[in-house]
């Protein structure tokens, strides 16, 4: 059995030395003491370096025990300890240390690490542009933010010169036109006189006074071109116009040619050297009559043009280029007569090859002549080979496919601003077609409403009113259905279209929906099971089906017949409706199963039918309503490009191979393979594709 003075120093052992009934320890003390971690030594030993070193220990005094408690032998204590009991006085006791509380001494640490991080232990690398680490100069950074980007530049406004009244245009054209044509057929009956007795004197019939009688045929030749050139005096006035604007012209050619021939057939005549020949004065004669004929029939294709312009100086429509293809705008007639008046796409490529076949002449009858000794031959070969040049074609390219198409317009009501008009409203091949083209007025009818828990004036009320909005063909519908139940439109808001097939609008706070059946099922509104309407227009209030109604849309013959000739001409319709019913397969249905449309998103249609309402630049003018004098002002264009492109091109090949064939017979010397005859039904066979390609222009 232990003894009790051995459990009393057992205990004294575990208390520190000090009894337990004397020694009461908080828990910020033993932390204080003990718990404190590295953080809080740190801490001590920064304090330390901070405050003075404390007084040296003075031997600390025990405390007598109680009375009541044996007497107890003197031990050695194991560790200091800290009392609960009052300390003694300062001169006789350290100072005990000061207990942390445990928020100080986090707050401390967490200072300490943010005094770190601003701090940072390595300098940060300088950047050195936009993409690297170096900061940019001041002036560089400036320069790259602060400047503001260049504004893209606009496309330059094309100028209109002043323009004159259409009426005194149309009326000056008419008679320059009169003037031109009254000649005509005089010169064409002149010019037929020497190519007959030719033709006559080559199958053998004998002709008085002019079979074997070579100075009286050379008269009668000469005296034939004189008249002719006397009665196509215009001629003369026209090429010498253009010539002093530097264009070279094949009335110049013409002009040219007559006076050569002439030239020779006053040195056959006079002179023994030249070779015995046949001057070539008819060819030259029948070459100023086709040029007389192409500048009658294009004085002809102005007058028409201009007196169908000057009908109205307000016209209801205009045609104009755009992006996506020729648009039918509001009317206007300022830059019609500009437009019409700039030169045609014969006359700027004649300015360009026809001083290379005036030179090519010039050299291949001094090579042809003045190379092979016989320089007396030089006339004779140049007139030659400048008949063969300025070839009869040339000056019917442009004139006679005008003349057709112009004419042909005027009975339908509309006009084309000349060659550039045309040349700009068909060279994308596309035509802006809108719901009032394709279905006009009087097309679409009402078949019958059915209302669902909505009164029929409410219903029509908001109806037309979200069709007014949107702009369609529906407007006309029911507007005459709001009318006739003695409503009135209503203030709509936040009005949106859906690429679905619908509208959407805010009416009195609800929001009504307005479009096709797919449109309602997306919109997430119950329709009936019994309701089946291809074209139908349902209407739905806050998600609610308000009224059905029964649309059915017509087609009209003469759309019909726009479309089919708009797919002839190869002319893409580009559908640009609002109405959700008009799409490609509504289209196919009423219409020929072959119409193919060109149809873009809803955004892009909205664009193009609002660029109905504004006014470009007329290069056509539409004097009547409906989708034909459209599409015949934009198909007929087309047709006079392709037409005047390909006779111009084989004029131009076909005075190519008339200047290389004569020149290489002149040198050869074989005037008899070469003779007036032959080359007049030469130059006439590269005529007649023109003739064919122009009467071609007003088939459509």
Known sequence: MVPKDADNRYDDLLSGGVPAASEDYSLEEILAEFGAGEEQRLLRGTEAEETPPPAPPQP????????????????????????????????ELPPAPRPIPLEEVVGSTVDAVMEESREPLLKPRRRRGLFSRKPMEEEETEELYQRPPAPEPE????????????????EACRRESRILSAPLPAAAVVSLLPAVLLAAETYGLEIPFWTGQVKNQCLVLLGCLAVVSLLARRVYLRAFRLLSRRRCSSQLLAVLSALASAADCVLYLTSQARSAAMPYAAVSCMALTFALWGAAREGE????????AAVDDEPPYLVTETERGACKQRGAVRGFYTTAV????????????????????VVFAGLSSLGQGRGADFLLNWSAILAAGATFALPLCWALPFSKLARHLQKTGCAVAGWSGAEKISSQRRMILTDGDLF?????????????????????SYAATLARCAGCGLERVFDGLLRSEGGR?????????????????????????????????????????????????????DRQLAAAFAVKYHA??????????????????????????ITPALLKRKFHKGVKVEYPDLTDRVALSEAEQDRGLPRALIFREGLLPYAEAVCGSRRLCRAVRRAAGLSFFASAAGTLLTSYLAFQGSYDLLSPLALLVFSLLWTAPVLLMADWTGRY
């Not at 294709?301 to 169908?308: E, K, L, M, N, Q």
């Not at 006009?440 to 029509?460: C, D, M, R, S, Y």
């Not at 009209?556 to 019913?581: C, G, I, K």
């Open 342 to 361: 700039r030169d045609d796409a014969v006359t700027l490529w004649q300015a360009v090859l026809l001083p290379v076949v005036l030179v090519a002449t």
């Open 60 to 91: 600390r005094r025990r405390e007598a025990a109680p009375a009541q408690a044996p007497a107890q032998p003197r031990r050695k204590e194991a560790a200091p300890a800290v009392p609960a009991q009052p300390e003694p006085p300062e001169a």
């Open 489 to 541: 439109y209503q203030e709509a808001q936040d009005f949106s279209f859906y690429e679905e097939g619908g509208y959407s609008a805010t009416i009195h706070g609800e929001t009504v929906l307005l479009g096709t059946a797919s449109f309602m099922r997306k919109m997430e509104v119950r329709l009936p099971g019994n309701i089946n309407l291809k074209t139908g227009i349902f209407l739905a209030v």
């Open 155 to 170: 496309p330059e406004a094309e100028p209109i010169g002043p323009e004159p009244d259409l009426v005194d245009v149309s």
């Open 440 to 460: 006009p007025p009087g097309t679409i009818q009402l078949n019958g409403v059915k209302v669902f828990g909505e009164e029929l004036g409410q219903a029509a």
């Open 301 to 308: 294709g102005y007058r028409d043009t201009f007196r169908a």
């Open 556 to 581: 009209a013959e003469n759309v019909d017949f726009a479309l089919r000739m708009m797919r002839r001409s190869r002319v893409t319709p580009v559908l640009a409706s609002r109405d959700p019913n």
